[in-house]
Protein backbone atom coordinates (compact mmCIF):
# COMPACT_ATOMS: atom_id res chain seq x y z
CA UNK A 1 0.00 0.00 0.00
CA UNK A 2 1.48 3.70 -0.86
CA UNK A 3 0.36 5.83 2.12
CA UNK A 4 -0.65 9.25 1.93
CA UNK A 5 -1.42 12.47 3.62
CA UNK A 6 -4.76 12.36 4.38
CA UNK A 7 -6.80 15.80 2.90
CA UNK A 8 -10.54 17.23 3.17
CA UNK A 9 -12.40 16.31 0.09
CA UNK A 10 -16.35 16.56 0.97
CA UNK A 11 -17.63 20.44 0.40
CA UNK A 12 -21.55 19.79 -0.60
CA UNK A 13 -24.00 18.26 0.14
CA UNK A 14 -23.79 15.91 -3.02
CA UNK A 15 -20.14 14.78 -2.18
CA UNK A 16 -22.08 13.80 1.45
CA UNK A 17 -24.66 11.98 0.04
CA UNK A 18 -22.17 9.66 -2.16
CA UNK A 19 -19.77 9.02 1.09
CA UNK A 20 -22.97 7.74 2.79
CA UNK A 21 -23.35 5.17 0.46
CA UNK A 22 -19.48 4.70 0.23
CA UNK A 23 -16.73 1.96 1.27
CA UNK A 24 -15.03 4.26 3.40
CA UNK A 25 -18.86 4.84 5.09
CA UNK A 26 -19.56 1.33 5.51
CA UNK A 27 -16.34 0.74 7.28
CA UNK A 28 -16.15 3.39 9.96
CA UNK A 29 -20.13 2.20 10.49
CA UNK A 30 -19.01 -1.46 10.93
CA UNK A 31 -15.83 -0.70 12.60
CA UNK A 32 -17.97 1.35 15.63
CA UNK A 33 -20.55 -1.66 15.37
CA UNK A 34 -17.56 -4.33 16.02
CA UNK A 35 -16.50 -2.08 18.91
CA UNK A 36 -19.87 -1.53 20.34
CA UNK A 37 -20.67 -5.26 20.34
CA UNK A 38 -17.47 -6.75 22.01
CA UNK A 39 -17.92 -4.19 24.87
CA UNK A 40 -21.70 -5.53 25.76
CA UNK A 41 -22.18 -6.32 29.48
CA UNK A 42 -18.63 -5.38 30.05
CA UNK A 43 -17.02 -3.01 32.59
CA UNK A 44 -15.00 -0.57 32.87
CA UNK A 45 -13.45 -1.95 35.45
CA UNK A 46 -13.37 -5.45 34.23
CA UNK A 47 -9.93 -7.42 34.10
CA UNK A 48 -8.98 -7.56 30.12
CA UNK A 49 -5.55 -9.03 28.30
CA UNK A 50 -4.25 -6.04 27.05
CA UNK A 51 -2.06 -6.43 24.23
CA UNK A 52 1.56 -4.87 23.31
CA UNK A 53 -0.37 -2.85 20.87
CA UNK A 54 -3.19 -1.25 23.40
CA UNK A 55 -0.06 -1.11 25.83
CA UNK A 56 1.57 1.18 23.46
CA UNK A 57 -1.26 3.33 23.00
CA UNK A 58 -2.14 3.79 26.49
CA UNK A 59 1.07 5.08 26.35
CA UNK A 60 0.77 7.41 23.48
CA UNK A 61 -1.54 8.89 25.20
CA UNK A 62 0.27 8.98 28.78
CA UNK A 63 1.95 11.32 26.78
CA UNK A 64 -0.14 13.11 25.61
CA UNK A 65 -1.43 13.92 28.92
CA UNK A 66 2.18 14.94 29.74
CA UNK A 67 2.22 17.52 27.60
CA UNK A 68 -0.88 19.20 28.95
CA UNK A 69 1.42 19.36 32.30
CA UNK A 70 4.17 20.73 31.11
CA UNK A 71 1.92 23.62 28.60
CA UNK A 72 -0.06 25.79 31.54
CA UNK A 73 -3.00 27.85 30.44
CA UNK A 74 -2.35 31.55 30.05
CA UNK A 75 -3.65 33.83 31.99
CA UNK A 76 -7.20 34.70 30.42
CA UNK A 77 -9.37 36.24 33.10
CA UNK A 78 -10.92 38.18 30.70
CA UNK A 79 -12.62 35.63 28.31
CA UNK A 80 -14.47 32.91 28.86
CA UNK A 81 -13.56 31.54 25.25
CA UNK A 82 -10.80 29.32 24.40
CA UNK A 83 -7.18 30.15 25.90
CA UNK A 84 -4.14 30.14 23.69
CA UNK A 85 -2.15 27.70 25.39
CA UNK A 86 -4.03 25.14 23.35
CA UNK A 87 -2.45 26.25 20.40
CA UNK A 88 1.24 25.93 21.88
CA UNK A 89 0.19 22.17 23.02
CA UNK A 90 -1.43 21.39 19.80
CA UNK A 91 1.79 22.68 17.93
CA UNK A 92 3.84 20.32 20.38
CA UNK A 93 1.62 16.98 20.13
CA UNK A 94 2.40 17.88 16.20
CA UNK A 95 6.14 17.85 16.94
CA UNK A 96 5.97 14.57 19.40
CA UNK A 97 3.53 12.75 16.03
CA UNK A 98 6.24 11.10 14.43
CA UNK A 99 8.48 9.75 17.55
CA UNK A 100 4.82 9.03 19.15
CA UNK A 101 4.28 6.55 16.16
CA UNK A 102 7.44 5.19 15.99
CA UNK A 103 6.55 3.96 19.51
CA UNK A 104 4.12 1.58 18.48
CA UNK A 105 5.12 -1.85 17.75
CA UNK A 106 6.05 -3.03 14.49
CA UNK A 107 4.70 0.40 12.78
CA UNK A 108 5.20 0.97 9.37
CA UNK A 109 7.16 4.77 9.00
CA UNK A 110 6.11 5.51 5.39
CA UNK A 111 2.30 5.59 7.57
CA UNK A 112 3.44 8.26 9.48
CA UNK A 113 2.38 11.36 7.92
CA UNK A 114 -0.91 9.47 7.15
CA UNK A 115 -1.69 8.14 10.51
CA UNK A 116 -0.26 11.34 12.50
CA UNK A 117 -2.78 13.68 10.33
CA UNK A 118 -5.73 11.67 12.40
CA UNK A 119 -3.63 11.56 15.27
CA UNK A 120 -2.97 15.13 16.01
CA UNK A 121 -6.87 16.25 14.64
CA UNK A 122 -8.16 14.22 17.16
CA UNK A 123 -7.28 16.56 19.87
CA UNK A 124 -9.20 19.51 18.46
CA UNK A 125 -8.54 22.45 16.01
CA UNK A 126 -5.92 24.82 16.88
CA UNK A 127 -7.36 28.18 15.45
CA UNK A 128 -10.76 27.79 17.03
CA UNK A 129 -9.80 26.51 19.87
CA UNK A 130 -13.04 23.95 20.21
CA UNK A 131 -13.68 20.17 20.26
CA UNK A 132 -16.23 18.15 19.24
CA UNK A 133 -16.94 14.57 17.90
CA UNK A 134 -15.84 15.48 14.39
CA UNK A 135 -12.35 15.20 16.54
CA UNK A 136 -13.73 11.88 17.78
CA UNK A 137 -14.24 10.69 14.99
CA UNK A 138 -10.53 11.66 13.89
CA UNK A 139 -9.22 9.69 16.86
CA UNK A 140 -11.97 6.29 15.85
CA UNK A 141 -9.98 6.79 12.38
CA UNK A 142 -6.79 6.54 13.89
CA UNK A 143 -7.54 3.45 15.75
CA UNK A 144 -9.13 2.00 12.10
CA UNK A 145 -5.75 3.07 10.40
CA UNK A 146 -3.74 1.14 13.41
CA UNK A 147 -5.30 -2.13 12.60
CA UNK A 148 -5.42 -1.90 9.01
CA UNK A 149 -1.51 -1.56 9.25
CA UNK A 150 -1.19 -4.58 11.79
CA UNK A 151 -0.77 -2.64 15.20
CA UNK A 152 -4.11 -3.82 16.39
CA UNK A 153 -6.49 -6.42 15.59
CA UNK A 154 -10.05 -7.59 16.25
CA UNK A 155 -9.18 -9.57 19.54
CA UNK A 156 -7.78 -6.24 21.08
CA UNK A 157 -11.40 -5.09 20.50
CA UNK A 158 -12.96 -5.21 24.02
CA UNK A 159 -9.05 -3.71 25.19
CA UNK A 160 -9.45 -0.77 22.92
CA UNK A 161 -12.58 0.25 23.89
CA UNK A 162 -12.53 0.02 27.82
CA UNK A 163 -8.69 1.11 28.49
CA UNK A 164 -7.52 2.76 25.15
CA UNK A 165 -10.68 4.53 24.43
CA UNK A 166 -11.87 5.54 27.60
CA UNK A 167 -8.16 6.66 28.56
CA UNK A 168 -8.50 9.31 25.54
CA UNK A 169 -11.65 10.54 27.56
CA UNK A 170 -10.43 11.15 30.24
CA UNK A 171 -7.22 12.71 28.63
CA UNK A 172 -9.68 14.82 26.73
CA UNK A 173 -11.76 16.09 29.99
CA UNK A 174 -8.16 17.30 30.92
CA UNK A 175 -7.81 19.30 27.61
CA UNK A 176 -10.92 20.68 27.90
CA UNK A 177 -11.35 21.53 31.51
CA UNK A 178 -7.51 23.21 31.21
CA UNK A 179 -8.26 25.28 28.01
CA UNK A 180 -11.30 25.67 27.90
CA UNK A 181 -12.00 24.08 24.44
CA UNK A 182 -15.41 25.63 22.87
CA UNK A 183 -17.71 23.15 21.80
CA UNK A 184 -17.47 22.39 17.97
CA UNK A 185 -20.80 24.08 15.90
CA UNK A 186 -22.43 27.55 16.12
CA UNK A 187 -24.33 26.65 19.39
CA UNK A 188 -22.82 23.45 20.40
CA UNK A 189 -24.79 20.71 19.06
CA UNK A 190 -21.97 18.35 17.85
CA UNK A 191 -21.87 16.20 20.59
CA UNK A 192 -24.09 14.53 23.54
CA UNK A 193 -22.65 16.65 26.12
CA UNK A 194 -21.15 19.77 24.57
CA UNK A 195 -18.33 17.62 22.98
CA UNK A 196 -18.73 14.04 22.87
CA UNK A 197 -20.93 11.60 21.20
CA UNK A 198 -19.03 7.70 21.63
CA UNK A 199 -18.86 7.59 25.30
CA UNK A 200 -22.68 7.23 25.06
CA UNK A 201 -22.97 5.37 22.63
CA UNK A 202 -20.47 2.36 23.93
CA UNK A 203 -21.69 3.01 27.25
CA UNK A 204 -25.19 2.05 25.92
CA UNK A 205 -23.43 -1.19 25.01
CA UNK A 206 -22.17 -1.71 28.13
CA UNK A 207 -25.71 -1.94 29.58
CA UNK A 208 -27.37 -3.86 27.20
CA UNK A 209 -28.77 -6.87 28.62
CA UNK A 210 -28.53 -5.82 32.37
CA UNK A 211 -30.88 -7.57 34.61
CA UNK A 212 -31.75 -4.42 36.94
CA UNK A 213 -30.45 -0.97 35.96
CA UNK A 214 -32.96 0.67 33.51
CA UNK A 215 -32.40 4.15 31.30
CA UNK A 216 -34.61 6.11 33.70
CA UNK A 217 -31.39 5.40 36.45
CA UNK A 218 -29.63 8.24 34.99
CA UNK A 219 -31.71 10.03 37.32
CA UNK A 220 -30.60 9.04 40.82
CA UNK A 221 -27.50 10.73 41.66
CA UNK A 222 -27.11 7.88 44.01
CA UNK A 223 -27.28 5.35 41.35
CA UNK A 224 -25.10 7.73 39.01
CA UNK A 225 -22.21 7.83 41.36
CA UNK A 226 -21.88 4.56 42.23
CA UNK A 227 -21.77 2.92 38.47
CA UNK A 228 -20.07 5.65 37.34
CA UNK A 229 -16.48 3.56 37.54
CA UNK A 230 -17.61 0.90 35.82
CA UNK A 231 -19.75 2.57 32.80
CA UNK A 232 -19.04 4.76 30.53
CA UNK A 233 -22.63 6.20 30.19
CA UNK A 234 -23.02 6.82 33.76
CA UNK A 235 -19.39 8.04 33.94
CA UNK A 236 -20.80 10.65 31.52
CA UNK A 237 -23.70 11.61 33.11
CA UNK A 238 -21.59 12.44 36.18
CA UNK A 239 -19.75 14.86 34.46
CA UNK A 240 -22.26 16.81 32.99
CA UNK A 241 -24.01 16.83 36.67
CA UNK A 242 -20.58 17.96 37.94
CA UNK A 243 -20.34 21.53 35.39
CA UNK A 244 -24.18 22.06 35.41
CA UNK A 245 -26.96 22.67 37.42
CA UNK A 246 -30.35 22.18 37.15
CA UNK A 247 -32.09 18.59 36.06
CA UNK A 248 -30.81 16.85 32.82
CA UNK A 249 -34.27 17.42 31.18
CA UNK A 250 -33.42 21.14 31.41
CA UNK A 251 -29.49 20.80 29.78
CA UNK A 252 -29.33 17.69 28.67
CA UNK A 253 -32.58 16.77 27.30
CA UNK A 254 -31.63 14.30 25.09
CA UNK A 255 -29.96 12.12 27.68
CA UNK A 256 -33.63 12.34 29.30
CA UNK A 257 -34.56 9.96 26.27
CA UNK A 258 -32.38 8.92 23.44
CA UNK A 259 -33.50 5.78 21.93
CA UNK A 260 -37.12 6.62 22.03
CA UNK A 261 -36.10 8.90 19.18
CA UNK A 262 -37.74 5.43 17.19
CA UNK A 263 -40.78 5.42 18.98
CA UNK A 264 -42.21 8.70 19.79
CA UNK A 265 -44.08 10.06 16.65
CA UNK A 266 -42.55 12.64 14.34
CA UNK A 267 -38.54 11.73 15.71
CA UNK A 268 -37.99 9.40 12.94
CA UNK A 269 -38.28 12.39 11.05
CA UNK A 270 -36.04 14.85 13.04
CA UNK A 271 -33.32 12.24 13.25
CA UNK A 272 -33.51 11.56 9.12
CA UNK A 273 -34.10 15.13 8.02
CA UNK A 274 -31.09 18.12 7.45
CA UNK A 275 -32.57 19.85 10.38
CA UNK A 276 -29.59 21.25 12.37
CA UNK A 277 -30.79 20.19 16.44
CA UNK A 278 -29.42 20.17 19.51
CA UNK A 279 -28.08 16.51 20.19
CA UNK A 280 -29.02 17.77 24.01
CA UNK A 281 -32.67 17.84 22.79
CA UNK A 282 -32.55 14.12 22.14
CA UNK A 283 -30.89 12.92 25.27
CA UNK A 284 -34.19 14.02 26.90
CA UNK A 285 -35.19 11.29 25.32
CA UNK A 286 -33.88 7.76 27.33
CA UNK A 287 -35.52 7.53 30.39
CA UNK A 288 -38.68 6.76 29.16
CA UNK A 289 -37.25 3.74 26.66
CA UNK A 290 -37.50 0.74 28.81
CA UNK A 291 -34.12 -1.20 27.40
CA UNK A 292 -30.93 -0.26 27.17
CA UNK A 293 -31.06 -2.57 23.74
CA UNK A 294 -33.23 -0.06 22.22
CA UNK A 295 -31.29 2.88 24.00
CA UNK A 296 -27.95 1.80 22.19
CA UNK A 297 -29.41 0.86 18.74
CA UNK A 298 -30.96 4.65 18.76
CA UNK A 299 -27.31 5.83 19.33
CA UNK A 300 -25.98 4.28 16.46
CA UNK A 301 -28.96 5.28 14.35
CA UNK A 302 -28.57 8.74 15.35
CA UNK A 303 -24.66 8.79 15.23
CA UNK A 304 -24.65 7.62 11.81
CA UNK A 305 -27.52 10.77 10.88
CA UNK A 306 -26.13 13.34 13.53
CA UNK A 307 -22.33 12.99 12.84
CA UNK A 308 -21.45 11.04 9.60
CA UNK A 309 -24.17 12.08 7.96
CA UNK A 310 -24.10 16.23 9.05
CA UNK A 311 -22.03 18.36 5.84
CA UNK A 312 -20.74 20.64 9.74
CA UNK A 313 -18.87 17.79 10.68
CA UNK A 314 -17.82 15.33 7.89
CA UNK A 315 -16.87 18.75 5.26
CA UNK A 316 -13.75 18.43 8.22
CA UNK A 317 -13.57 14.53 7.46
CA UNK A 318 -9.93 13.55 6.18
CA UNK A 319 -9.41 10.89 3.08
CA UNK A 320 -6.52 9.24 2.91
CA UNK A 321 -5.57 6.06 1.51
CA UNK A 322 -6.39 3.67 4.20
CA UNK A 323 -9.75 5.55 4.43
CA UNK A 324 -10.57 6.67 0.59
CA UNK A 325 -12.83 9.51 -1.13
CA UNK A 326 -14.84 8.00 -3.96
CA UNK A 327 -17.09 10.10 -4.39
CA UNK A 328 -17.43 13.19 -6.95
CA UNK A 329 -15.27 15.79 -7.44
CA UNK A 330 -15.41 18.86 -5.14
CA UNK A 331 -17.25 21.88 -6.66
CA UNK A 332 -15.30 24.43 -7.60
CA UNK A 333 -14.40 27.60 -5.17
CA UNK A 334 -14.53 30.03 -7.76
CA UNK A 335 -17.47 32.70 -7.52
CA UNK A 336 -18.84 30.82 -4.04
CA UNK A 337 -19.28 33.21 -1.69
CA UNK A 338 -19.89 30.59 1.21
CA UNK A 339 -16.73 29.20 0.54
CA UNK A 340 -14.83 29.87 3.77
CA UNK A 341 -11.23 28.39 4.68
CA UNK A 342 -11.33 24.98 2.54
CA UNK A 343 -15.07 24.21 3.31
CA UNK A 344 -18.55 25.53 2.48
CA UNK A 345 -21.89 26.88 4.79
CA UNK A 346 -24.81 25.45 3.25
CA UNK A 347 -27.14 27.16 6.15
CA UNK A 348 -27.35 27.96 9.82
CA UNK A 349 -25.22 25.86 12.37
CA UNK A 350 -22.02 25.57 10.19
CA UNK A 351 -19.16 24.33 11.80
CA UNK A 352 -17.52 27.49 12.23
CA UNK A 353 -20.21 29.94 13.27
CA UNK A 354 -20.83 31.81 16.38
CA UNK A 355 -18.31 30.83 18.92
CA UNK A 356 -19.67 29.57 22.31
CA UNK A 357 -18.00 29.78 25.66
CA UNK A 358 -16.38 26.46 27.42
CA UNK A 359 -18.16 25.54 30.85
CA UNK A 360 -15.35 25.46 32.13
CA UNK A 361 -14.91 29.36 31.92
CA UNK A 362 -16.58 29.78 34.61
CA UNK A 363 -14.75 27.80 36.60
CA UNK A 364 -12.06 30.78 36.87
CA UNK A 365 -11.61 32.04 40.68
CA UNK A 366 -13.63 29.50 42.03
CA UNK A 367 -13.85 26.72 44.22
CA UNK A 368 -11.88 23.22 42.76
CA UNK A 369 -14.82 20.68 41.43
CA UNK A 370 -14.63 17.72 42.99
CA UNK A 371 -16.15 14.86 40.49
CA UNK A 372 -13.56 15.94 37.37
CA UNK A 373 -10.06 16.72 36.19
CA UNK A 374 -8.42 20.21 35.62
CA UNK A 375 -8.09 23.48 37.19
CA UNK A 376 -10.96 24.97 39.55
CA UNK A 377 -13.66 23.57 38.18
CA UNK A 378 -17.70 24.54 39.83
CA UNK A 379 -21.27 23.67 38.67
CA UNK A 380 -22.40 25.78 35.75
CA UNK A 381 -25.81 27.48 36.59
CA UNK A 382 -27.94 26.44 33.30
CA UNK A 383 -30.23 29.80 33.27
Given amino acids: MTFQTPTKRILSSLQLTAFQSSNTHNAIVTYIEDLNNSIIGVKLTDQVSVSPGVKAILGVLDKVEDVVKDTPPMDNKASRFGNPAFRMFYDKVVDLAPSLHASLPHFPEDATNELSAYFVNAWGNRERIDYGSGMELNFLCWLICLERVGILSESDHIALVIRAFWRYIQVMRILQSTYWLEPAGSHG ?195
Fill in 189 to 383: VWGLDDYHFLPFLFGSAQLRGHKYLRPKAIHDNEVVDELADDYMYFACIKFINSIKTASLRWHSPMLDDISAVRDLPGHHTLISSNATLPFSFFLTLVAQVKTWDKVNAGMIKMYKAEVLGKLPVMQHFLFGSILPYEGPPPPSETGNERTHGGHVHEGWGDCCGIPIPSVFAAAQGREEGKNIEGPGIRPVPFD
